[in-house]
């Protein structure tokens, strides 16, 4: 089994979901990364021998195929917030694992391991001018549960900024501003704090600094470089 996130794969066998990946030496200075999955299909690459293969946490954007950039999360239970009042709960979010390819000026993704067979995508807003997102259903805790290969800790804090009460049902994310951490050496991953203003009928989330200590963070991905500038996710849409 891999050493964790952050810990170069060494030659034999290591499990990874629901995938085997198998590291060996193939001669004359090259070596062999293999990754079978139950049910069928694989990936093979060959490697100078000096490049180390590290996993990483990655947003569960890229598999099967790269549609979007966003994530749904769909709250259970939902959460109702009164008035002006602010409440913090914590979630965990899909991950999967994408495997990097050491040294260089910047670290190479060379695969990415989906941690969920079967993942799904929804429409968020009207099918005119809506997007398209990840789904993931999160159970929220008021307290920190512990993140886990293929799931990755997010804190919430959520305030009504209106007269009445709003229920909160789903938190849009955009993988761009958001960040992912990790504990090298484990398989314990994070995110930033997210700050989500709520109305009755949409939702601001805003991308924080991150809230676990001693973390690393991940090398983004050209697909999900974060803006300049623009550091939130605008609900349209209802909460």
Known sequence: MAAGYGVPLEQGEHRLGSSRV???TAGDGL????REVDGGGSVELLF??????QPVPMYPIFKPLYVTRFILLRIEPRIVVSPGSERTFYTLIPVDTAIYAFPGDEPTIVDVIPMDDKPSLVL???PESGVVARLAISSVSPRPEEPSLGRALA???VKNISGTPVTLSR???DSAPLK???ERGTWRAYTQELAVEVE???GVVMYRQPFREGTMPISDPPEVRPPRFFQRTDMMWGV
């Open 155 to 157: 804190r919430i804090a």
């Open 200 to 202: 009755r009928y949409r």
């Open 124 to 126: 968020y807003g009207p």
């Open 22 to 24: 198998v590291v060996e």
């Open 180 to 182: 992912l951490y990790f």
């Open 31 to 34: 070596v062999r990364y293999r």
């Open 171 to 173: 938190i849009l994310l």
């Open 48 to 53: 100078d021998g000096t490049v180390d293969l």
